[in-house]
Every structure is written in structure tokens, then in C-alpha cells.
């Protein structure tokens, strides 16, 4: 499985972004699709996570319901709209695939994680 994460970007405080994971190879395998995110001298963090099949999410309790991620079968892409963007929000962004977890469970440990991408940048200036 191969992932792709674009979309990151600079924008000021309360703007919006959408970003975009294509993924490529063996997706018959994947259960949970995740979007992590790191900041400077952080650890990654669990961001939204949807079950590939049915669609169900799951969100990190901070983010207030400013994010939502979304998923295009047909077009093998998981989105994460960001709304109400803060300058804690910055950090560089990266998708990934969860090909073990059970329908019913979401992981938000990075370890469960099996593909990742690369990652995308964005800064959110005050």
C-alpha cells in the first residue's frame, strides 16, 4: 500500500484547508484509514480516523469538531477538511492505514499504523 498526502499549506487563523491522502496497491487491505499529525519538538498525535468500509469516524477529542475526514471509494482518497484553523494546528500532517484494527475499533496509537505517507506541511500564522 502506497500513500500520498497533499494539500498542506500557509494560511492565517480561522481559514480552511483540505487535505488529501490518495492511495494506491492493496486496498482490499486496509481497515482504518488515519490522519496523524506532528508538531516542532512534539509527538505525533492521533488526528480522525474512518473505517474504509461503512465510513465510520472517530476524532481526537481536542479538536473541538473543527475537522472532518471523509473518504472517496471510487477515487481511493481520504480528505481531512480543516476549518477554524489555529496556529496550533500547525504541524506537518501525514495519512495512514490501519490494516489490522476490527471494524468496531479505532486505534489511535501510531504503532497500530502498518502504511504511512509522506507527510504534509502546514503552518497556521496568527
Known amino acids: 500500500v502506497q500513500l500520498q498526502a497533499s494539500g498542506g499549506g500557509l494560511v492565517q487563523a480561522g481559514e480552511s484547508l483540505r487535505l488529501s491522502c490518495l492511495i494506491s496497491?492493496?486496498?482490499?487491505?486496509?481497515?482504518?484509514m488515519g490522519w496523524f499529525r506532528q508538531a516542532p519538538g512534539k509527538e505525533r498525535e492521533f488526528v480522525a480516523g474512518i473505517k474504509w468500509n461503512g465510513g465510520r469516524t472517530s476524532y481526537a477529542d481536542s479538536l473541538e469538531g473543527r475537522f472532518t475526514i471523509s473518504r472517496d471509494n471510487a477515487k481511493n482518497t481520504v480528505y481531512l477538511q480543516m476549518n477554524s484553523l489555529k496556529p496550533e494546528d500547525t504541524a506537518v500532517y501525514s495519512c495512514a492505514v490501519d490494516t489490522r484494527a476490527i471494524q468496531s475499533v479505532f486505534r489511535s496509537e501510531p504503532g497500530y499504523y502498518d502504511y504511512w505517507g509522506q507527510g504534509t506541511k502546514v503552518t497556521v500564522s496568527s
Open positions: 496497491g492493496r486496498t482490499y487491505s486496509m481497515r482504518t
